[in-house]
Nanobody
Framework: QVRLVESGGALVQAGGSLRLSCAAS????????MGWYRQAPGKQRELVAT????????NYADSVKGRFTISRDNAKNTVSLQMNSLKVEDTAVYYC??????????????WGQGTQVTVSS
């Protein structure tokens, strides 16, 4: 069993910063990609940023480029999202995601429980 636990969500004013963290634990053999997605009320879940653990390559949604930075610690199976210059439209539940191989050599995809980020004007 694999578990993803997020932290760092909060209420912040527009223009402020937040840092989200996610730790993966359990029966993990190797992590391929970790990332963050978000879902605002009434909208579909969308990609925010992903990072490949092998070479650190990143991918960002156009809406967050230049403001958000994703990073990872491979040794700890953690991923973080530094969010700067936050906008009201960044308000959403942010979900951590991991694409990994478990100790049974099965490739699986896992989601965290989500953490609320609210940006006030």
């Amino acid at each position: 069993q694999v578990r993803l636990v997020e932290s760092g969500g909060a209420l912040v004013q527009a223009g402020g910063s937040l840092r989200l963290s996610c730790a993966a634990s359990g029966s993990i053999l190797a992590v391929n990609v970790m990332g963050w997605y978000r879902q605002a009320p009434g909208k579909q879940r969308e990609l925010v940023a992903t990072i490949t653990t092998s070479d650190g390559s990143t991918n960002y949604a156009d809406s967050v480029k230049g403001r958000f930075t994703i990073s990872r610690d491979n040794a700890k199976n953690t991923v973080s999202l530094q969010m700067n210059s936050l906008k009201v439209e960044d308000t959403a539940v942010y979900y951590c995601n991991a694409d990994l191989y478990d100790t049974w050599y099965d490739r699986r995809n896992y989601w965290g429980q989500g953490t609320q980020v609210t940006v006030s004007s």
